[in-house]
């Protein structure tokens, strides 16, 4: 029997397979779905500050602000009883989970401002979830703000949040960091216990009829996910936090690459989107009859044996398989060279 087991953020996982934030793990009865499918962890979509202060507004304008046509009952606005915030409705959504779950429950917060990150941190953690995601969904589109200084925000972020949360943190990391390893290192230093490789941000479109700017979304490819195995792979046994691989893990094969590069987890999202949450027991089995079929006994036995440092031929990460590919290029057949 092949040992599946897996630790991530400090937390035993039953198995390396994680459904990440989505629609799917904002629901009740896909969650429970994904748990009989197997499911070793659930990460909840993410708490948005923003979404919380708009609907503040709207409270604001419509309840406090609002004109009853009567000057003498200008003064009385009252506020329903039963009245329930989006940040109510996600704190109790947690607490219900991990009343009826025997698997770990991360929750994840994607911030404003300083005092947001820290207030729902808090609250976060209060209601019980095992560990936080930050997905800070920054885009650094000021040309007066250096690299150094958008690193600077994350680990600022971390010390602070440091001082009032205990629960393992874990950082969604966009690829666009100039010196991903060094940065990660500095996480580590600064007390993160894991991060996620790597955030996709949503790109605008431009409608050229209309002249707007127009948000797309589109669901991740499997060739994304080569771009998670190689940082995974470079980072392997060069810090000693977990590490997740996000984006593009659609089948078993590109599952196990993950654990062979040195992945802890692998986050399941698009795949789950489209074949449905039983899917990732399919995904589960193919990947156990793979490490039984090759005389694997676990999951820690394969996991970074095709490292950096352990890979046969370690510059086929680097600059040398960018030469051997252009060098391997054929043109399809009938196009001339």
Not at 136 to 162: K, M, P, T
Not at 280 to 306: A, P
Request: proline fraction near 5%; include cysteine; charge should be negative.
């Amino acid at each position: 029997m092949v040992d599946m087991t897996t630790e991530y953020l400090g937390l035993k996982l039953t198995n390396p397979l994680v459904p990440s934030a989505s629609p799917l793990t904002g629901d009740h009865d896909s969650v429970m779905r994904l748990r009989e499918a197997g499911a070793s962890a659930i990460i909840l979509p993410s708490l948005f500050e923003e979404k919380i202060e708009q609907q503040e507004q709207q409270l604001d304008r419509f309840i406090h602000h609002q004109s009853i046509g009567f000057g003498e009952m200008e003064s009385f606005h009252p506020v329903p009883n039963d009245l329930r915030t989006c940040q109510d409705e996600y704190l109790e959504y947690l607490q219900k989970l991990k009343h009826e779950l025997d698997i770990p429950v991360i929750a994840s917060l994607n911030g404003t401002t300083a005092g947001g990150w820290l207030e729902y941190g808090k609250q976060l953690q209060q209601a019980g979830a095992d560990a936080l995601e930050l997905n800070i969904y920054y885009i650094a589109g000021n040309g007066g703000e250096s690299g150094s200084d958008v690193e600077q925000r994350y680990i600022d972020l971390l010390d602070s949040l440091q001082q009032h949360v205990t629960i393992p943190i874990t950082l969604k990391l966009s690829p666009q960091f100039s010196s991903p390893v060094h940065f990660i290192r500095r996480l580590e230093q600064s007390g993160a216990a894991g991060v996620a490789l790597f955030n996709r941000f949503y790109l605008p479109d431009i409608n050229p009829e209309q002249l707007m700017v127009e948000p797309t979304l589109q669901l991740s490819v499997p060739y994304e996910s080569l771009m998670r195995i190689r940082w995974a792979a470079l980072l392997h046994g060069r810090i000693n936090m977990s590490v997740a691989v996000t984006g593009g893990f659609h089948n078993a094969r590109d599952g196990i690459k993950a654990l062979l590069v040195g992945s802890d987890v692998v986050h399941l999202c698009s795949v789950l989107l489209q074949q449905g949450p039983e899917y990732l027991s399919v995904i589960l089995g193919e990947m156990h009859g793979w490490l039984e079929e090759n005389e694997y006994d676990s999951v820690s036995q394969i996991k970074g044996s095709m490292s950096y440092h352990n890979a046969p031929d370690p510059g086929a990460y680097e600059r040398v398989n960018y030469i051997t590919v252009l060098d391997n290029y054929t043109s399809p057949e009938g196009v001339l060279r």
